[in-house]
């Protein structure tokens, strides 16, 4: 599975940003695949940002207090074989490269099996977001 990550850039403090990731597989491979986001900030880890199940009725965000959730929303397209983030309220510390991630069906970032960025399978290329204070 290739994946190509696109949307990003240079964006104010509290705008807001939209990425995209087309997978290359057909529409009904990429419906059984559930996806993720991730980022990596300089000097830090790779961390989870946002994960979608394949069937697209579980969405997990990180539980953190610093967490995306209520300001980041992960959906798919299965038509266009394409997961996409939209960042809203963005900060600062929200810079970073952002990458699209896949598996398997059943492998979903956030999910209960899930247990860390090294149980991924397919990684996109990134796409950088720097939010300007």
């Known amino acids: 599975v290739q994946l190509q990550a696109s949307g990003g850039g240079l964006v104010q403090t509290g705008g807001s940003a939209s990425l995209s990731c087309t997978a290359s597989?057909?529409?009904?491979?990429?419906?059984?695949?559930?996806v993720g986001w991730f980022r990596q900030a300089p000097g830090k880890d790779r961390e989870f940002v946002a994960g979608l199940r394949w069937g697209g009725s579980n969405v997990y965000y990180p539980y953190h207090e610093d967490s995306v959730k209520g300001r980041f929303t992960v959906s798919r397209d299965n038509a266009k074989n394409t997961v996409y983030l939209q960042m809203t309220n963005l900060k600062p510390e929200d810079t970073a490269i952002y990458y699209c991630?896949?598996?398997?069906?059943?492998?979903?970032?956030?999910?209960?099996?899930?247990?860390?960025?090294?149980?991924?399978?397919?990684w996109g290329q990134g796409t950088q977001v720097t939010v300007s204070s």
């Open positions: 991630a896949t598996r398997s069906k059943y492998f979903c970032p956030g999910g209960a099996d899930y247990e860390g960025p090294q149980g991924v399978g397919y």
């Open positions: 597989v057909s529409g009904r491979a990429f419906s059984r695949l559930s």
